[in-house]
């Protein structure tokens, strides 16, 4: 096993190493030329989220898919995540990680477009999509749609389910003295509850769940810069200068270098927010929607609310705190900056930080088991979902109990094979997310059907048939 482990961690060395990061954040460039700055629709993008097509075929709302897609992808990463970011990278590697999520909107609506754009409907009604319908009806490549579904399945029970349970145990024993076996049996019990129901007992949860513990947090947020307020400007001045620079600041805490900046502020953007793995447009696939742009704008908006809302509040109120008292920060780790600064919080902070992780874990949790449902189903029919579902919930339980590292590299890993799939797909068929976002949004068609485009095109070439 430990031989298994350092091969893993030296094949995350090349998967998760420079070359991947700038195929990533090239894609986020390429994909917002692409589609001619795609974010400048942000604003309609979030109307939309608060949208019900009504009538037309899908299984969740589109605000249900949104939901449950964020809850995949806030999680630890939002938190501790970005202080892994600022102690490795310095404050600079904040503006990275937002940067990611500014760019990462384009690849993000890419990604879902074609989920919606590709997927199939069973002969119960159930809509699925993805990469993996999108590499196989787009570019007939069925074999590479087999690969993705595999890493999947692989990452979904890693970074989607034990870790996630190890967190929520970890953090149970160290604040509330509960021991890891009750909090793991307590978590299966709940997890179980909620995925027999299926997508739609998920979607329903996390939309739920989702505002309220993104707001908790936030709120949290707030209150640590109303008593760092006069520190705001200077941590944003910092952020911005030390992510283009190599000088130090407050006695060489958080100076690391341009390089450093980038590589810790984007490789957590990207870790964080997702676009570009692949995960997103599977549960895109299934809300109920007009036509493919309308969702994939509303799929968008999570790269919005994941890194350039919640990401970056946290990177502010980090550097803000070191600002206020260097000396208290000198030499932390992540998960001890983000405990140090909410402890600044009187009475309550610890419990604060408690609930945000915990709703953000467990959500994440439920998110990740529907992407992994999708992709067992793919690989080995509907009849595979229950004994999936039944293991997952084992493994919830096993996850609170076990020691995660080799977990965590093997998900790593398991992440960066399913983003290689999915950037095939997005780069053979960006000629196809441009002509669909013609169609709809360029056009002023947004609020029409997919069946009123193709009666409308059936009308225009008879015409031009009569004529000719």
């Known amino acids: 096993m430990q031989s298994l482990h350092e091969s893993i961690i030296f094949l995350n060395g090349y998967l998760w190493g420079p070359p991947m990061l700038v195929l990533l954040f090239g894609t986020h460039l390429y994909m917002t030329l692409k589609t001619r700055c795609i974010q400048r629709y942000l604003l309609t993008a979030i109307r939309l989220s608060f949208c019900r097509d009504r009538g037309s075929c899908g299984d969740v709302s589109q605000f249900g898919a949104l939901s449950t897609a964020l809850a995949a992808t806030i999680g630890t990463g939002n ?10 990278g310095g404050p600079g590697a904040v503006l990275w990680c937002w940067l990611t999520g500014v760019f990462g ?7 879902a477009l074609l989920g919606v754009k590709y997927r199939v409907q069973t002969t119960d009604g159930t809509m699925l999509g993805g990469p993996m319908y999108a590499l196989e009806k787009g570019l007939g490549m069925r074999w590479l749609g087999l690969v993705f579904c595999l890493c999947t399945v692989g ?8 870790v996630q349970a190890n967190s929520i145990a970890s953090l149970m024993g160290e604040i509330f003295h509960i021991a890891p076996q009750t909090a793991g049996l307590v978590l299966a019990c709940c997890v179980g509850v909620v995925i027999l129901g299926g997508i739609r007992s998920i979607a329903l949860t996390c939309e739920a769940l989702v505002p309220f513990m993104s707001l908790f947090y936030i709120g949290g947020c707030c209150f640590i810069l109303f008593l760092n307020a006069e520190f705001i400007l200077p941590a944003l001045k910092l952020i911005i200068s030390s992510a283009f620079t190599d000088k ?39 809300a109920q929607t007009k036509n493919p742009v309308r969702q994939a704008l509303v799929s968008a908006t999570g790269t919005f609310w994941d890194t350039v809302v919640v990401c970056a509040l946290t990177g502010i109120v980090l550097v803000s705190c070191i600002l206020r008292n260097p000396v208290l920060f000198q030499g932390m ?15 309550v902070g610890q419990i604060v930080l408690s609930v945000g992780l915990l709703t953000f874990v467990f959500s994440t949790i439920l998110g990740w088991c529907y992407y992994g449902e999708r992709a067992v189903e793919y690989l080995l029919g509907k009849r595979a979902i229950f004994l999936y579902r039944f293991a997952w919930v084992l493994a919830v339980y096993f996850g609170s109990v076990a020691s995660m590292p080799l977990v965590w590299d093997f998900a790593d890993a398991m992440n960066a094979l399913m983003a290689l799939p999915n950037l095939v797909a997005l780069m053979f068929l ?34 031009l048939g009569m004529r000719s």
């Open 155 to 162: 990452a979904s029970f890693g970074i989607g389910n034990m």
């Open 105 to 111: 909107f384009a690849t993000k609506y890419a990604e």
């Open 79 to 88: 938190i501790v995540g970005v202080g892994t970011a600022i102690a490795l």
């Open 333 to 347: 780790h992540g998960d001890m900056l983000v405990k140090t600064a909410f402890g600044h919080i009187p009475h």
């Open 248 to 286: 130090a600041a407050a006695g060489g805490v958080l100076g690391n270098g341009i390089m450093m900046a980038a590589r810790y502020g984007i490789a957590r953007g990207l870790f964080s927010n997702e676009a570009g793995l692949g995960s997103a447009p599977i549960v895109a696939a299934a």
């Open 430 to 463: 960006g000629n196809v997310v441009v002509s669909e976002t013609a169609t709809y949004l360029w056009s002023g068609k947004l609020e029409a059907s997919s069946d009123e485009i193709i009666s409308d095109r059936s009308e225009k070439c008879q015409a």
